[in-house]
């Protein structure tokens, strides 16, 4: 059975780096699709950045393009989200996922993991 685990949320300063960890068990990943997605109070569950295990192909969403990288290092089975220059609009619970299929859409994706908190203050 495929397990996501996240850690690594916390409450940071405007401008400050943060970086999240998804260590992803039960499944042999080759040519999955990644992700990362947040959900803030009130707000639909959103894309934030997605990677390929087997090729390293990113995608982003705008909003983060340029301040957030995503990668994966296979030996330790995990998936990092770096995010830099942190804004008041980062603020959400930050959640992993994984599907065979790549997907910028939230209900594509089968297996989760229980989510993060991301706090920025300003």
């Known amino acids: 059975q495929v397990q996501l685990v996240e850690s690594g949320g916390g409450l940071v300063q405007a401008g400050d780096f943060l970086r999240l960890s998804c260590v992803a068990s039960g499944g042999t990943f080759n040519n999955w699709s990644m992700a990362w997605f947040r959900q803030a109070p009130g707000k639909e569950r959103e894309f934030v950045a997605r990677?390929?295990?087997?090729?390293?192909?990113?995608r982003y969403a705008d909003s983060v393009e340029g301040r957030f990288t995503i990668s994966i290092d296979r030996a330790k089975n995990t998936m990092y989200l770096e995010m830099s220059s942190l804004t008041p609009e980062d603020p959400a619970v930050y959640y992993c996922?994984?599907?065979?299929?790549?997907?910028?859409?939230?209900?594509?994706?089968?297996?989760w993991g229980q989510g993060t908190q991301v706090t920025v203050s300003s």
């Open positions: 990677i390929m295990w087997s090729t390293d192909v990113t």
């Open positions: 996922a994984a599907d065979p299929i790549a997907s910028t859409i939230p209900r594509t994706y089968d297996y």
